[in-house]
T-cell receptor, first 115, second 114 residues
């Protein structure tokens, strides 16, 4: 199993450009998440999807859109990139559903620089 | 979810036990304590979680005080590869069909010294 995969690993954009970050998981998990991590800080949730067909805003959703394409895939789109969106983006997944044990599995991250 | 307080950084000698404290004095009865770590440039990794009782797995032990207002993560024999930022997170259990995000603070930078 590959776990959680993310593409691309690195990306440089100019202000105003758009792009989509891709995430896929092969663990048959119901829930998926997008976080961003700025230098020296903890992760902050952008959007999450509790189950296929649903998405909800997290702590810092402005400037982003998401699509839960199917159970495996959850993409994050920047419509008009800004320098403030320079960050490392992590995708995660978890089983979801009832219960306390809901370990989140994280991908390797996408390092995005907006000039 | 309750707020947590952790020291900014700690050092530990290789082969010794690393004891990482976490204060969560406002924790409520249905909230669990989770620990994750993030090795430089990688995605966070789950370590352990607990509610009331002490827990142990192949990676670490979690000691929760009787009043549940603080906890300690113990890495029994720290190695250089344990150098990472360790996050203590308090979160309620899930309700059916919902997802609960993890709220990461700044964590503790643990440096294992040779």
């Amino acid at each position: 199993n590959a776990g959680v995969t993310q593409t691309p690993k690195f990306q440089v954009l100019k202000t105003g450009q758009s792009m989509t970050l891709q995430c896929a998981q092969d663990m048959n998990h119901n829930s998926m998440y997008w976080y961003r991590q700025d230098p020296g800080m903890g992760l902050r949730l952008i959007y999450y999807s509790a189950s296929e067909g649903t998405t909800d805003k997290g702590e810092v959703p402005n400037g982003y859109n998401v699509s839960r394409l199917n159970k495996r895939e959850f993409s994050l789109r920047l419509e008009s990139a800004a320098p403030s969106q320079t960050s490392v983006y992590f995708c995660a997944s978890s089983e979801g559903g009832r219960g306390a044990y809901n370990e989140q599995f994280f991908g390797p991250g996408t390092r995005l620089t907006v000039l | 979810d309750a707020k947590t307080t952790q020291p900014t950084s700690m050092d530990c000698a290789e082969g010794r036990a690393a004891n990482l404290p976490c204060n969560h004095s406002t924790i409520s009865g249905n909230e669990y304590v989770y620990w994750y770590r993030q090795i430089h440039s990688q995605g966070p990794q789950y370590i352990i979680h607990g509610l009331k009782n002490n827990e142990t797995n192949e990676m670490a032990s979690l000691i929760i005080t009787e009043d549940r207002k603080s906890s300690t993560l113990i890495l029994p024999h720290a190695t250089l590869r344990d150098t990472a930022v360790y996050y203590c997170i308090v979160r309620a259990s899930l309700s059916s069909g919902s997802a609960r995000q993890l709220t990461f603070g700044s964590g503790t930078q643990l440096t294992v010294l040779p």
